[in-house]
T-cell receptor, first 109, second 114 residues
Framework: DAKTTQPPSMDCAEGRAANLPCNHS???????VYWYRQIHSQGPQYIIH???NNETNEMASLIITEDRKSSTLILPHATLRDTAVYYC??????????FGKGTKLSVKP | GAVVSQHPSRVICKSGTSVKIECRSL??????MFWYRQFPKQSLMLMAT?????????EQGVEKDKFLINHASLTLSTLTVTSAHPEDSSFYIC??????????FGPGTRLTVL
């Protein structure tokens, strides 16, 4: 299963866009990139996923590079409630998710 | 997104007792359910994967006789921690998926073993 690399922490000003990077250079052609977030003492919340094309939903946008070796999650207007640990995961061949350490995003007023 | 519930949300028990945690998919059918464990300030660690009607597949290092998993229906999976000890104290989280579709997670169960 492909591994992912994320910065351990990031800060973002409230109301600004939060851009969270993720490297997944060993991703294979049929593996999806998933993003989840975990607010303290809660279960992970699904955000978005993609294979090749950029994706957008009501929560975020996902930009995947053409070579698929990296991606960026964009929260267009971060709020204090977006403070959480964000996990970028390449879904394994068995359908399971292997969580890394993620990026701790702190949104500041 | 789809909704997964867990019960109880927190439980405190004495060392040596067994604890059962329920995981239910409320608005979808989960052919596969997953159980994770999370220790303080650490990431989620996959414990086991269960397919409805089949025996669970455990990750390396997870004792199948200690962590009993039952996935008897498409909406319910249970994790029983048998003869719990203080080192089993952790945050247990389940997730469900239809086939290899998106996994949705429950809110977690905080287990404290005294």
């Amino acid at each position: 299963d492909a591994k992912t690399t994320q910065p351990p922490s990031m800060d973002c000003a409230e109301g600004r866009a939060a851009n969270l990077p993720c490297n997944h250079s060993t991703i294979s052609g049929n593996e999806y990139v998933y993003w989840y977030r975990q607010i303290h003492s809660q279960g992970p919340q699904y955000i978005i996923h993609g294979l090749k094309n950029n994706e957008t939903n009501e929560m975020a946008s996902l930009i995947i590079t053409e070579d698929r070796k990296s991606s960026t999650l964009i929260l267009p207007h971060a709020t204090l409630r977006d403070t959480a640990v964000y996990y970028c995961i390449v879904r394994g061949s068995q359908g399971n998710l292997i969580f890394g350490k993620g990026t701790k995003l702190s949104v500041k007023p | 997104g789809a909704v997964v519930s867990q019960h109880p949300s927190r439980v405190i028990c004495k060392s040596g007792t067994s604890v059962k945690i329920e995981c239910r998919s409320l608005d979808f059918q989960a052919t596969t359910m997953f159980w994770y464990r999370q220790f303080p300030k650490q990431s989620l660690m996959l414990m086991a994967t269960s397919n409805e009607g089949s025996k669970a597949t455990y990750e390396q290092g997870v004792e199948k006789d200690k962590f009993l998993i039952n996935h008897a229906s498409l909406t319910l999976s249970t994790l029983t921690v048998t003869s719990a000890h203080p080192e089993d104290s952790s945050f247990y989280i389940c997730s469900g998926a239809w086939g290899t579709d998106t996994q949705y997670f429950g809110p977690g169960t905080r287990l404290t073993v005294l």
